[in-house]
């Protein structure tokens, strides 16, 4: 599921034609209209479907939609790859402890929209990324996976999410075939593959 650029879209469909990695994108599902994310997914023949807040009346009754049209794909695990809409319960209780997210920082520290701006105006020294399962919270969901990122004199925010988005994606892809290969097991805030 993406609202964005896509760069971890793309590099989980570089990943997923090999049969060794265990997993395959089957479709993509966005929240908006008009994102690189769509545009790549296209290029590479994966299904796509867009679920926007703004064509429904509440966010309860988008939320039932969204989960209606994941459903349709059937995914044993579902990705949020730069998705920056909350679900509600209608979507967790159907899909909750397989879907999984990444997030710019180093939870729990700096959660929610601004991970690397947070970071940064804090005067942290090192940030990173965090692939979490999801749960009713913002980013609060037990924590799979984390990698850290020094912040170099000079960052700005666009020059620290990049140096954060080349890591992230990597753990992404990683987790993800990991996921599709092992399993995963969540166990309180305990989540574990394999
Ligand atoms: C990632 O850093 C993700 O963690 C954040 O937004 C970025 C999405 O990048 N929420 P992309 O759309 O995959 O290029």
Known sequence: MVSGTGS??????????????????????????????LDIAAEAGIPTAVVSVKDFDDRAAWDAAVAETVSVFQPDLIVLAGFMKLFGATFLERFGGRIINTHPALLPAFPGAHGVRDALEYGAKVTGCTV???DEGIDTGPILAQAAVAVEPGDDETSLHERIKVV????????????????????GRHAEVG
């Open 8 to 37: 971890n879209l793309a590099a989980l469909l570089a990943a997923h034609d090999d049969p060794g990695y265990g997993a395959r994108v089957v479709a993509v599902v966005a929240d908006r209209r008009g994102i690189r994310a």
């Open 168 to 187: 992230e994606r990597s753990l992404l892809v990683e987790w993800v075939g990991r996921i599709a290969r092992g399993g995963l097991t969540v166990d």
């Open 132 to 134: 979490m399962v999801v």
